[in-house]
Nanobody, 124 residues
Framework: QVQLVESGGGLVQAGGSLKLSCVRS????????MGWFRQAPGKEREFVAG????????SYADSVQGRFTISRDYAKKTVYLQMNSLKPEDTAVYSC?????????????????WGQGTQVTVSS
């Protein structure tokens, strides 16, 4: 059984940084794509970033390209989302996701496993 546990959310001023972590247990971390999604109040959940099993394939939403970086640590079975130059519009619940496929996808339904989410609030 795959479980994903996020941490690192919080309150930050615009222009600041946060680093989210997602620890995975169960399944095979090294052969699975990992990703981050977010859901703002009153909006649908949207893709933020994804990373392939070998870390050479990474994709980002246009809205975070150049500001966010996704990475993974195989020894710790952890995926990270480094968020810099945060904006108020980045405020959302950020959820970690995993899929039984080596490559990431921007499609929400392509991801099988989900964490409970961590709140990120960016004040202006």
């Amino acid at each position: 059984q795959v479980q994903l546990v996020e941490s690192g959310g919080g309150l930050v001023q615009a222009g600041g940084s946060l680093k989210l972590s997602c620890v995975r247990s169960g399944g095979t971390f090294s052969s699975s794509a990992m990703g981050w999604f977010r859901q703002a109040p009153g909006k649908e959940r949207e893709f933020v970033a994804g990373i392939g099993y070998s870390s050479d394939r990474r994709s980002y939403a246009d809205s975070v390209q150049g500001r966010f970086t996704i990475s993974r640590d195989y020894a710790k079975k952890t995926v990270y989302l480094q968020m810099n130059s945060l904006k108020p519009e980045d405020t959302a619940v950020y959820s970690c996701a995993a899929r039984d496929d080596p490559l990431p996808s921007r499609v929400q339904d392509a991801w099988k496993y989900w964490g409970q989410g961590t709140q990120v609030t960016v004040s202006s």
